[in-house]
């Protein structure tokens, strides 16, 4: 099955080419024929990055045949073109097993930020997804309910408490980011610890008990004391740094000046269209804006697009 | 500090009025204050509901004071009006415990569907997020990374490992729903389980490695085997049920015969205009809608009156 993108435009991250096999995934016995699909492979990935093949020109993940003696854990990401596809928690591996690996010529580690500017789209989003998947086994094997040790079900897709019968499943950490406008200025903030100069647009955690466009207008009042309003959603990223999934929006303000609320931003204040667009091209060294990985420059760059016509 | 409410149709369970007191939390000596202050209140919630006072008129939640030694656990829930409000997990209290709380006249319990549609909407909003924040630490006591007892810390926006040093922030599940359209026609399916006549638009989570806008599409195909595009964003509601948060969508279709893929559905069709509009108005007697607390209907609803003027 192939399901057509959403968008042209889609964020980096998107774009995961594989059949998930979500009913699949429950069947043992079809797991066990998948398994054993001499068409296997494993993707790797760890927290600090996934192996690719195929040089400088156009990397792809290193796909290595699944062991005879079967993978760690055998997490299933799902089909490609028909033929099973794995992923390896490169954590699990030891020296000397990481070394043995098939290297398939060029094998080398690049960082999941490399990832998404030098893979193709749907290999960047591939890469995305099993890293997400891996850094949420590695970090929940226990229960959060009772403490006891879980196994892996649904060949990936949850995990279950054999004590206290819980199940559970992947998280993923809904986080709004946003341009934030008045008067054709854009609301900016540099997180303390980032070096001078580097900034990007407000971003924050979703609480509990509040919608999207409510953490928008919180996010914002805390960082900033600015308080937003017409949040409008523009779209969306999965983030897996460890767990995130950014939802980007567009919101109005009312003006004032920006003054950090909760100490997270070291500095927080307006910025021109020029400024901006300098920034975007290069040619502000003052103003050193999050690279083309991240939903943050995607946005940047559309409201520099939309105000500067 | 009073944020206002991002638009004046929000739905149930957002338009939390309380100061969140992101900061304040974090330092202990203010904690201690807070906890001290005779104008502290508790609400109380449990996995059956939240406990209300006032009768039938206008229910508000029950606030009793903090007792003296303090309540078990010490979740803040922020700031009303300045003075302090906590949240009491009624699974922690004893029946005696319970039956000696202070009932304000007309203590009683409700469940949260029905405080979302019973009590004004940022009384609801309060229920939502009482019972969000409460859900999660009753279900969280131990660190998923390693096993050990996890302790509340920054006064309940988080707990703390003492064995590995893992920090856990609350669970929020990101799951879509949408209204998919194709000549003028509405997706609706019946799960497993639901009775005759039961209907509503398809939803689903969002899973690791994809944008919300693909999880529409996914999920559509998944339930429906009809491919959905154009995913617009129309809102988002909180749902503890026990820790989701809905991202509501419209998406347009090709159209085709909905067969459900994953078996989660035991019924999917298209509905006209007339059959939907009739089961919202109660006229439609084979076609029972989702009631007034759920984005589902405001969904709907938006689709009838835009489609049927």
Same mark, same amino acid.
């Given at each position: 099955?192939?399901?057509?993108?959403? /968008?042209?435009?889609?964020?980096?991250? /998107?774009?995961?080419?594989?059949?998930?096999?979500?009913?699949?995934?429950?069947?043992?016995?079809?797991?066990?024929?998948?398994?054993?699909?001499?068409?296997?492979?494993?993707?790797?990935?760890?927290?600090?990055?996934?192996?690719?093949?195929?040089?400088? &020109?156009?990397?792809?993940?290193?796909?290595?045949?699944?062991?005879?003696?079967?993978?760690?854990?055998?997490?299933? !990401?799902?089909?490609?073109?028909?033929?099973?596809?794995?992923?390896?928690?490169?954590?699990?591996?030891?020296?000397?097993? #990481?070394?043995?690996?098939?290297?398939?010529?060029?094998?080398?580690?690049?960082?999941?930020?490399?990832?998404?500017?030098?893979?193709?789209?749907? @290999?960047?989003?591939?890469?995305?997804?099993?890293?997400?998947?891996?850094?949420?086994?590695?970090?929940?094997?226990?229960?959060?309910?009772?403490?006891?040790?879980?196994?892996?079900?649904?060949?990936?897709?949850?995990?279950?408490?054999?004590?206290?019968?819980?199940?559970?499943?992947? #998280?993923?950490?809904?986080?709004?980011?946003?341009?934030?406008?008045? @008067?054709? +200025?854009?609301?900016?903030?540099?997180?303390?610890?980032?070096?001078?100069? +580097?900034?990007?647009?407000?971003? &924050?955690?979703?609480?509990?008990?509040?919608?999207?466009?409510?953490?928008?207008?919180?996010?914002?009042?805390?960082?900033?004391?600015?308080?937003?309003?017409?949040?409008?959603?523009?779209?969306?990223?999965?983030?897996?740094?460890?767990?995130?999934?950014?939802?980007?929006?567009?919101?109005?303000?009312?003006?004032?000046?920006?003054?950090?609320?909760?100490?997270?931003?070291? @500095?927080?204040?307006?910025?021109?269209?020029?400024?901006? +667009?300098?920034?975007?091209?290069?040619?502000?060294?003052? !103003?050193?804006?999050?690279?083309?990985?991240?939903?943050?420059?995607?946005?940047?760059?559309?409201?520099?697009?939309? #105000?500067?016509?």
């Amino acid at each position: 099955m192939s399901i057509p993108a959403h /968008t042209s435009t889609a964020p980096p991250f /998107t774009g995961m080419p594989l059949d998930r096999a979500t009913e699949e995934r429950k069947d043992p016995a079809r797991m066990a024929e998948l398994l054993a699909d001499p068409r296997a492979r494993t993707v790797l990935a760890g927290s600090e990055g996934v192996v690719v093949a195929g040089g400088d &020109g156009s990397p792809t993940l290193l796909r290595v045949p699944v062991p005879a003696e079967g993978i760690p854990g055998a997490i299933l !990401l799902g089909l490609e073109d028909g033929a099973p596809m794995f992923a390896g928690d490169l954590e699990e591996f030891s020296a000397g097993e #990481r070394a043995a690996l098939p290297a398939d010529g060029a094998g080398r580690r690049i960082s999941l930020r490399e990832a998404g500017t030098l893979l193709s789209h749907g @290999e960047a989003g591939l890469a995305a997804y099993a890293t997400a998947l891996l850094n949420w086994h590695r970090r929940h094997r226990f229960c959060a309910n009772c403490g006891a040790g879980t196994a892996i079900a649904e060949a990936g897709y949850s995990r279950h408490c054999p004590r206290c019968g819980a199940s559970h499943f992947p #998280r993923t950490d809904p986080c709004v980011i946003m341009t934030v406008e008045h @008067e054709g +200025r854009l609301l900016m903030g540099r997180r303390a610890g980032w070096p001078a100069g +580097r900034l990007s647009v407000l971003a &924050g955690f979703v609480s509990p008990g509040e919608s999207i466009e409510e953490a928008v207008v919180r996010e914002v009042y805390e960082e900033s004391g600015i308080v937003a309003h017409d949040p409008a959603f523009i779209s969306s990223q999965p983030w897996p740094f460890p767990a995130s999934l950014m939802l980007g929006f567009h919101a109005e303000a009312d003006g004032g000046e920006p003054e950090s609320r909760d100490r997270e931003l070291a @500095e927080v204040r307006w910025f021109s269209l020029d400024a901006v +667009r300098d920034g975007l091209n290069g040619r502000n060294p003052e !103003l050193l804006l999050p690279g083309g990985v991240s939903i943050a420059r995607l946005l940047i760059a559309r409201w520099v697009a939309l #105000r500067g016509s």
